[in-house]
């Protein structure tokens, strides 16, 4: 007698391992796990993992600031020889948007690095663990936002341009109030909406000299940066750029940490290493991450020399006596943009990206 199994969904898991290769995200980090032989025994129900539900908390929205310019804000079981096999557990809790669909099966180049290349790989895994846009991921709707919010900031940079400071108008400060409201989360997902465009280069300078987050969250090698070109004058900045393997995105490290930065942030060396940046290359837009306004100083000096700050605010987290304080250490910029992080949406409701069918 012939048992046929019954036909079903293919599970997450099982969907996931046709579209990511798992072996070889396994092979860069070492962690192959083999497959243990198969032996035949009596057909089993299938199991199918959990669906682990995230909430949509990371999205940020458009508010208008406070006095200020607003912004607009496993794989199925195969007869043949055991192969070796890598499940991520992370992959349960990419976002819905940022998960490739079945069928979109991405060349292998875009997981593995070009070892002739002189750039450096920036992690696609970790992005998406992170709930960060992912460079040749279908459009969701994080990515869509950030499109409207790097749209006005660089409509402002043109008329910061158009006014007379057109070093001023390629650079970015992205700062919040306080802790944890998401400044390095958005000034990551910013760069790398940026670099999207045709006719812009991005620099995103870790200027969290006391606790830089970048390079880690990028899944990168730190090194030296920010603080050794200011400290030493026989450093050429430009040396210390890291170049990407997203096209248009570069990154420069916070380097070695000191407790005179915000003496060093407000030296003329300042001055020079940031006209070295904005020289080497025409089309180069400077994001810079920086502090906390009110847990360290850095943010208010890197502020004046700056066109254009973006002030993160978490929604239900940011306490508005708090962000006017922020707006006032900050208003050595003429020009401050509020960004709504962490707001929740409801269910089913409708949201940007969803017009590109890939909304969750």
Known sequence: MTVTKPDREPSLLERAAKVYDFNAHARLRGTVVPTPPQVDAPPVAPVVPPVVEVPETESPKLETPVEETPVAASAPVSEAEPSHEFVDPTFLAIPEELRAPVGDELPDEFYLPDEASDTVRIDRGMLAANGMIVPGAPVGPLAEEFRLIKRQLLITGARIAESGSPDKARMILVCSARPGDGKTFCAINLALSIAAERDTEVLLVDADVAKPDVVAQLGLTDGPGLLDALGDTRIDVEDLVIQTDVPHLSILPAGSKTSMDTELLASARTKSVIARLLEANPRRVVIF??????????????????GQVMLVVRADHTPENELRAAVNLLDGCEHIQLVLNAVSFVQGGARFGSYYGHAS
């Open 289 to 306: 991450d920086s502090p906390p306004a009110l847990a360290a100083s850095p943010a208010s000096v890197l502020a004046m020399r700056v």
